[in-house]
């Protein structure tokens, strides 16, 4: 998955330390020929098909791989038996992801996480996200994340088994860039409109997810004064 092309701008100097950027993975022709063996009739049958899953590689590779090389998104979720996917209106401090729609993201790992994540018994707010940045020669990063979730629920461990279901991307629309210093920001979130029905769907457990142990706490109220601000352009709240 790795390419050539790509720099890595340090995120020591770009991005606060707390971002995590996604492992170097080169993998081998025999995996790449693995994951198409699996991915190929998957697109052809269309049928919300539960991927056999037996490989070595982990789970958030072919995850990635599959929406590389395939016009795949993701949605990741506890529940196990979504048929269709239904417009909804979220609660969310930003203007893209406050529509209603079905959302997805392009990313494997970030799709994960919203189906360790739960909050089914845990009513706690998360907060997310996967970039990349983009210079101005059109040079791309690898994906950065950050994770986090309500910090009096962390050591509570709230995971669970869930869900990644692999989506057609024909009616997403990909959420605009936003600039950053010299930098544009590509964020791995998408939105339909329309339903959407699952082309296939993959178990993951916690264990799967390679960020596990730097899912952060955060705290709400600091969380919507963040939101507040940049939604209205009030002052940035002081660091506490």
Not at 86 to 111: H, M, S
Not at 138 to 148: A, D, E, K, R, T
């Amino acid at each position: 998955m790795s390419d050539p092309k790509q720099t890595s701008p340090d995120p020591q100097q770009i991005l606060p330390d707390y971002w995590l950027m996604r492992p170097q993975v080169n993998l081998d022709a025999a995996t790449r020929h693995a994951f198409d063996r699996l991915l190929k009739p998957l697109m052809v049958a269309n049928a919300n098909t539960l991927v056999d899953y037996r490989l070595e590689a982990p789970r958030w590779q072919f995850l990635c791989y599959a929406t590389e090389k395939y016009p795949i998104t993701l949605h990741g979720s506890g529940n196990a038996q979504i048929a269709i996917f239904e417009p909804r209106q979220p609660v969310d401090l930003g203007t893209f992801g406050n529509q209603k729609a079905v959302y997805a993201t392009e990313d494997g790992i970030l799709a994960m996480f919203f189906a360790i994540v739960d909050r089914d018994r845990y009513p706690m707010w998360v907060n997310n996200a996967c970039v990349r940045l983009v210079d101005a020669s059109g040079q791309s990063s690898p994906p950065f994340y950050v994770f986090s979730v309500s910090k009096q629920f962390l050591s509570q461990q709230p995971w669970r088994k869930g869900t990644v279901y692999l989506l057609p991307k024909d009616t997403f629309r990909q959420q605009p860039p936003m600039s950053f210093g010299a930098y544009q920001v590509l964020i791995a979130q998408s939105a339909s409109p329309e339903p959407v029905r699952p082309i296939a769907r993959l178990e993951v457990a916690p264990q799967d997810f390679p960020f596990l142990a730097q899912i952060r706490p955060h705290d709400d109220d600091r969380i919507r004064e963040y939101g507040q601000a940049m939604q209205t352009g009030a002052p940035w709240p002081d660091e506490k």
